[in-house]
């Protein structure tokens, strides 16, 4: 499970739909991709571009468009005739930034680090604490997808001295968490997400404070601390179900259902499962749904 729209993203989404100096059809393209309305988004790109070949933010959109749609070489292109009319190092930094992200939803582990890494030093030369912190996080993410979970805590922790407020060190924290607790180191793990809950508790979006429940009840039963782990799974599954928020209460089930098994009640699982279940067929949710099987398969 996680969060649909890190912070690292949503820095660079806001950094393109902040550029004042962008052409109208590129700030209508960065909208558009956005909203994910990718073929509005090309088109606009594609009308910037013909009216000026050199609209570095076109180039930049259009690229990060193709990126979303699995066309890595044509993204590749369009950042590299965007770095081609970078005139700084803010604009260098933007260009390695978003072609390691397109490296990184392409499965290309060492280039999308070796690009953040290019980004992480254009941030350092301008001072940018800000980007500095994007580029360890989105290296800390990599290296998790890659399994390298020491490497990915100690990006992690590199970018948490950077945190700024309480959002940052939330994601922060929990990232930290979960690449201590996929080093099996499970008191570390906790004390993180602890943290971690206690910042989106206090600054953090619903989305946010759900999910930070539900993986502190994760982390809990993992230390075997069982108690405390329902405690925390049924308070946030109720918080869901008072929200309206289907996805995480059928997500607390499955964790709580974890929960269940390991105590030998698997009656209890079954059922938890199921009412999971339920709910994702009843909100059409197939993402829910390969997570559900994702978290149960096996557990009974």
């Known amino acids: 499970m996680k969060l649909h729209k890190t912070l690292t993203v949503i820095a660079t989404s806001l950094f393109f739909n902040t550029i004042y100096a962008a052409s109208d059809d590129a700030s209508a393209c ?6 994910m309305n990718f073929p509005t988004a090309l088109s606009l790109a594609s009308k910037a571009i013909d009216a000026n070949k050199n609209d570095k933010d076109a180039l930049l959109c259009q690229g990060r468009v193709y990126s979303a749609q699995g066309k890595l070489d044509d993204a590749l292109k369009s950042f590299q005739l965007a770095e081609k009319q970078a005139t700084d190092g803010f604009d260098k930094m933007i260009v390695a930034l978003v072609t390691g992200h397109a490296y990184k939803d392409a499965g290309l582990h060492e280039q999308a680090i070796k690009s953040y890494e290019q980004s992480l030093q254009q941030a350092k030369t301008i001072k940018s604490k800000a980007f500095e912190r994007v580029a360890y996080q989105s290296e800390g993410n990599v290296y998790l997808n890659a399994s390298k979970y020491q490497q990915a805590l100690d990006a992690y922790m590199a970018g948490n001295l950077l945190a700024a407020n309480d959002n940052e060190r939330g994601e922060s924290f929990e990232s930290v968490a979960l ?16 943290k971690a809950f206690m910042m989106h508790e206090k600054s953090g979006t619903l989305d946010q404070y759900a999910h930070a429940s539900i993986e502190l009840g994760r982390y809990y039963a993992a230390a075997k601390n069982y108690e405390r782990a329902e405690r925390t799974l049924n308070k946030i599954i109720k918080f869901a179900k008072e929200q309206g928020g289907a996805y995480y209460e059928a997500y607390g089930y499955c964790i709580l259902a974890q929960v269940k098994a390991a105590t030998g009640d698997s009656s209890t699982a079954k059922t938890l499962i199921d009412q999971a279940k339920v709910i994702a067929k009843n909100s059409h949710d ?15």
């Open 179 to 194: 690449a201590h607790h996929r080093l099996n180191q499970h008191d570390a793990a906790l004390e993180y997400q602890i």
């Open 30 to 35: 960065n909208k558009a991709y956005e909203q």
């Open 286 to 300: 197939q993402a829910l749904a390969d997570d559900i099987e994702k978290e149960t398969k096996g557990l009974i």
